[in-house]
Every structure is written in C-alpha cells, then in structure tokens.
C-alpha cells in the first residue's frame, strides 16, 4: 500500500481565499483523523471519521472549517475564508481501529498570507 | 482534560550512547499510548504502541514502558545511531476520547 496520500504537499494563498485540502487513507483502514500542527500548539486533533461519518468534530476551531468524507477512499478539509492564523501543517491519518495504530500522511503545509 | 509532557525537550548525545526519553500525563485513565517520532518536513511514524494492560513493548533498538498509576511513560533507545535524529512525540488516548499529543523531543545524535 502507498500509505496515506495527501494534497496538495505545499499551499500558499492570500487571507481569504478558500482553500481545499485532499486525503486518501489506506484502503481497508476505517478510522480517518484530520490533525493541525504549529510550533506554539503542537499537534491538534480537528476532527475524525469513522466509516465515512464525522465521530468528534470538538476540534475544529470555527465555523470557517469544514471536513467531507464522501466515499471510504477520499476526504477533504476546507477552510473559508483562510486567515493567517491557520497558517500551519495539516495531517491526514487512518487507522483500522479507534485503539489501533494510526498511520500518517506527510501532511500539507499550508501558509496563508 | 488530559495533559501530556515530555522531558527534555531537546536531547543531543553522541553516537552509541543509551538514552531514555520521558513522557508523563496526568489521567491514568488511559486506553493506551503510542510512541511517534516525527522527521523534519515529514508526517509522524509509529514506533510502539502500548495498551493500558501491557507494561512495556519491544521492537529492535526501542523499548517502552508504561506505569500508568504514575502517569508516565519511558522510551529507551539502545546504541543509538545518527539515523535516530527526529523528534520523538508521545500520545496518549484516553479512555473513550481520541489521541493527545506531548510537544515532543528532539534528539540529535552526534557521530
């Protein structure tokens, strides 16, 4: 298996466009987790899904946010508008199981100017 | 709400030395915890994975141990190499919730 895919690896826009990020987790993995990474907050759980379906989305900071699943191979994040603050790298993960090891992606920095 | 540590924050040592990387949290109720290490520009690999029975895993050069009465959590690396430079990050998954992370620490090893 490729692992977790995402993309794009690099986003750089302005403050307020909208801004779309991709994942393709491991086939057969049913678990799906959208995580933020910065230097003052560390590693950040937004949001996860559990057979296509949003399980906990406490994480997400705002309304701006939002995550899809449509099918088992595929989910997006978006925000809109961007703002600077969310300047950060994204990481797609999936696991089997809730309990079972979570696999990463290489994750999107994305830069909001 | 569960909060997670680790100590030292950064770590440089040279090569072959054995080192111990400390993580500590402050619910013990845990479901388990995973060691991650994480190489710069790069996403997170999993390196053991320890449920709330178990008191430690194994796996080549690492091992981790787990007490959780005292909420804390040891990595040992054994003759460790250049090639184990990254950042090592604990996570731990309390019962019922998803993963919360340490700020991980950043080892260099010196050759």
């Known amino acids: 298996d490729a692992g977790v895919i995402q993309s794009p690896r690099h986003e750089v826009t302005e403050m307020g466009q909208e801004v779309t990020l991709r994942c393709k987790p491991i086939?057969?993995?049913?678990?799906l987790f959208w995580y933020r990474q910065t230097m003052m907050r560390g590693l950040e759980l937004l949001i996860y899904?559990?057979?296509?379906?949003?399980?906990?989305d406490s994480g997400m900071p705002e309304d701006r946010f939002s995550a899809k699943m449509p099918n088992a191979s595929f989910s997006t994040l978006k925000i809109q508008p961007s703002e600077p603050r969310d300047s950060a790298v994204y990481f797609c993960?999936?696991?089997?199981?809730?309990?079972?090891?979570?696999?990463f992606g290489p994750g999107t920095r994305l830069t909001v100017l | 709400k569960q909060e997670v540590t680790q100590i030292p924050a950064a770590l440089s040592v040279p090569e072959g030395e054995n080192l111990v990387l400390n993580c500590s949290f402050t619910?013990?109720?845990?479901?388990?915890l995973q060691w991650f290490r994480q190489d710069p520009g790069k996403g997170l690999t999993s390196l053991l994975l320890?449920?709330?029975?178990?008191r430690e895993q194994t796996s080549g050069r690492l091992n981790a141990s787990l007490d959780k009465s005292s909420g804390r959590s040891t990595l040992y690396i054994a003759a460790s190499q250049p090639g184990d430079s990254a950042t090592y990050l604990c996570?731990?998954?309390?019962?019922?919730?998803?993963?919360?992370f340490g700020p991980g620490t950043r080892l260099s090893v010196l050759p």
């Open positions: 619910d013990s109720a845990i479901y388990n």
């Open positions: 996570a731990v998954r309390p019962d019922g919730q998803n993963f919360v």
């Open positions: 899904f559990n057979n296509n379906v949003p399980i906990d």
């Open positions: 320890i449920q709330s029975s178990q």
């Open positions: 993960a999936s696991s089997r199981g809730l309990a079972d090891t979570q696999y």
């Open positions: 086939s057969g993995h049913d678990y």
